[in-house]
């Protein structure tokens, strides 16, 4: 792919990154940081004397001579800046309003200037202040995390929930939503859980779009000069079409394993180029400096005589990567290109209905441009009916109908008892565990612990590594559906499969508790305990009387 792609790595553990004019960069726990971009470096600004520069900077935005700089734990802390030398930071005071509920020491999560006014997106609300008035309001007190005006200006709320609201109201998206684009025409395209998603007006139901086979979780979203859509996400960065809905995907190259990229640290730079910040550093791409890849060149070829409804497509891209594909439409006013991942397909119409069609074929490049060029073809399906063959079959479709209903009918008298038993043998675990596999989250967190259920050494840092989520964004969406800290929530899971252990009795209390993860069977004992209320050794009678025990007759 040929694109450039700088990765600055001085600083690791970059969860927050907010970019101001003078190139000024905010990390999570290491402060305040100068942008080099010609050296492709990054040096410390100290804003404190002394050791107090380990701030969690979440936002930075500049009016005149100060600097607003937006903290995880220290609120708004307000600097001025040496002219000229954006190395000499110097902490003026804070900004906050007892009177409108903002306090020193509030989680800041983003700072947008509109109108000559500040709006602050907090853990207390959403805040308005004056620059020249000094006035400090509240317009919302929905934990926010990013804010914007649109041209008529309507207020345009993301909550800490992930979920948008318009002016007070809250749009159902159906999705977790990460960032937002409001065009000049009031379109909004979002950044969501389930992929791009575009929001023609708020009556209307989202549209998401996903590369072909994939459902990419997005986390922020910005707009070219060009009319493309850069989103950063937690498998890479994305570019997206708007007009062909066409992805191209754009790796690291020595960054980060999973190139994950943070909620809302995608920003737009002085002369067109996006920054992320990450947990492996600042990554920037400039696109008008970047050459893409040629027009895909490809070959079709279409079978002879019966065998001319099927078609043998290659992509002979520059890069024969995944992210080449190919694209058929039938040639009719409302036919839509389909898209296929890869170098090359078979495509078989043959069991299309009889008639005549006209197909258009096309390839696509790892960037995501089609040719244009398409080539089109003919074909007929010429298929003979047999009606004796068809009465078979129409007799076969009813006696499957029959045998279907049956069982259909059986099945619902049976479903009842089913449940009971069910619902029997289930313990107040198994019945909360079950719950959480509901959400696709839970699932996966879920599933990690158990692949490293015998490992002891397995802990809160490793969870966070294998899915691929930052402390603070996995405790989030933890406490949505429980009030367990990540440990307890391992130690349940280590808990629960010993019991299903102990039910069926073929290893001891010793060898259950290593094989799940404890160090000390003595602890193994006095955790189980705390969980069930009785020993190890005294479970599966338990769980027997409690689940097993016949209802006695009437």
Known sequence: MIFRIKSLKQVISM???????????????????????????????????????????????????????????????????????????????QLYSKEAGLAKNDYVYALKRYNEKLYICSSKGTFVYGFDDANFSKLDSVPSINFALDSLN????????MELYFNQQKLEMGTEVSDFYIGKDGKVWLATGKGVAFL???????????????????????????GYFWLGSRMGIYRFDPQSKLFASYQITGGSKANSFNHAKLLKGLEGEFYWGSNDGVVSINPQACSYLPK?????????KEDASIFNVYNYSFNHQEENGLAY?????????????????????????RGSYQLDIAAINADGIMNDKFKSFSFQIKRSLNYTLSLWGITLIILVGIVFWYWRARKADLAPSIKEEEEQAETPEDKIYREWTQDEFMQKALLVIEENLSDNSFGVNELYLA??????????????FTDLSPNELIRFVRLRKSAQLLIEAKQS??????????????????????????????????YNMLCCTPEKAL
């Open 154 to 161: 309507n207020r345009w709320i993301l909550s800490y929930r």
């Open 329 to 353: 439409r039938f040639s009719h006013p409302d036919s839509s290109w389909n898209y296929l991942p890869g170098d090359k397909h078979v495509l078989d119409f043959s069991n299309l209905d």
């Open 467 to 480: 899915i691929q989520m930052s402390k603070s964004n996995f405790y989030r969406k933890l406490k949505k």
């Open 296 to 304: 895909p060149m490809f070959e079709v070829g279409q079978g002879k």
């Open 509 to 542: 209390v010793n060898e259950i508790a290593y094989e799940v993860g404890f160090n000390s069977p003595s602890y193994f004992t006095r955790c189980f305990k705390q969980q069930f209320g009785i020993a190890p050794s005294e479970y599966k009678e338990h």
């Open 15 to 93: 969860h927050s990154f907010r970019m101001m004019r003078g190139e000024l960069v905010g990390t999570s726990g290491k402060g305040l940081y100068d942008l080099d971009r010609k050296k492709d470096r990054l040096t410390s600004v100290p804003i404190f004397p002394g050791n107090l520069n380990d701030l969690y900077v979440e936002a930075i935005l500049q009016y005149k001579n100060k600097l607003y700089v937006g903290t995880r734990h220290m609120g708004i802390i307000t600097t001025s800046v040496v002219a000229g030398d954006n190395t000499q930071v110097v902490a003026s005071g």
């Open 200 to 226: 023609s007006n708020l009556n209307a139901k989202p549209i998401f779009y996903n590369p072909a086979k994939k459902v990419i979780e997005f986390t922020s979203i910005r707009k070219d000069e060009d």
